[in-house]
């Protein structure tokens, strides 16, 4: 079992940039498949980008060249840092975790989710 909890959301300017946090406790961290999500009002949840245990990584469309996902397995966490922000970007962030796994096949399914972060970008 794994909890999660995200930090660093709130207002930015549109072109800004800003950086989410996941502290992840429990156990199993490094052999996780991790993730970034959002949801905006009215809208379905979406995939922001995904990381495997082993630094594979992968990111939508739409955030492709501005957003950057990592993790440090020392300290139990993953990042999401989100540069040149649009009004689009506004959303509540979510992270996730897959469970564990221990071969080479990733993971497709997340069944651990944070609370929640608001990001919002003003125009």
């Known amino acids: 079992q794994v909890q999660l909890v995200e930090s660093g959301g709130g207002l930015v300017q549109a072109g800004g940039s800003l950086g989410l946090s996941c502290a992840a406790s429990g156990s199993g961290f490094s052999t996780r498949a991790l993730g970034w999500y959002r949801q905006a009002p009215g809208k379905q949840r979406e995939l922001v980008a995904t990381?495997?245990?082993?630094?594979?990584?992968d990111y939508a469309d739409s955030v492709k060249g501005r957003f950057t996902i990592s993790r440090n397995n020392a300290k139990n966490t993953v990042y999401l840092q989100m540069n040149i922000l649009e009004p689009e970007d506004t959303a509540v962030y979510y992270c996730?975790?897959?469970?564990?796994?221990?071969?080479?096949?990733?993971?497709?399914?997340?069944?651990?989710w944070g609370q929640g972060t608001q990001v919002t970008v003003s125009s």
């Open positions: 990381i495997t245990k082993g630094g594979n990584i």
């Open positions: 996730a975790a897959s469970k564990p796994y221990y071969g080479r096949t990733y993971p497709t399914s997340y069944d651990y």
